[in-house]
């Protein structure tokens, strides 16, 4: 499942979402972008540009995963903010912001661990590796949607 991309109506900032540190460094090292993580750490939020990933580590009780993606999202708006000059946001603008990231990186949190646990049960038959039926996400690429529409597409 390559990651998906969501942007925020009216910004040219776009955010994702992994629970793969492994991820975060593959796509620190592709964006040129020195990260350091550790395992133990519950999260973190990476920017090149106009782009910010979130990783939220999967390995958390779900309350912690929870204030995990609200304090992400609380970086990727200052992010949003600093990226388009913005020093003094209005409360609301803020609120609805935070929330609406908050809500789409939990949604998206949700969606992978479906994913993963689809992957879990893959069934080794003959020496070949078989997808159970509905497991059709498999296919690689990395989408883009913008929350509210529940769009998706392929980014550029």
Known sequence: MGLKWHTITGFPVSYGL?????????????????????MVDLGGTYQRGCQILVWINKNQSKEDILDT???????????????????????????????NIAKTLMKEFEANAIHEERKARLQTRGGEVHLEAGSSEEANGTERSTPGDGEGGESP
Do not use: D, N, R
């Open 69 to 99: 993606a609200i304090h992400e999202s609380v970086h990727v708006f200052q992010k949003l903010c600093e990226y388009i000059g913005e020093e003094t946001p209005s409360a609301e603008f803020e609120a609805y912001t935070i929330a």
């Open 18 to 38: 992994t629970t793969s540190g492994t991820e975060v460094l593959k796509w620190a090292q592709k964006m040129g972008t020195p990260t350091e993580i550790t």
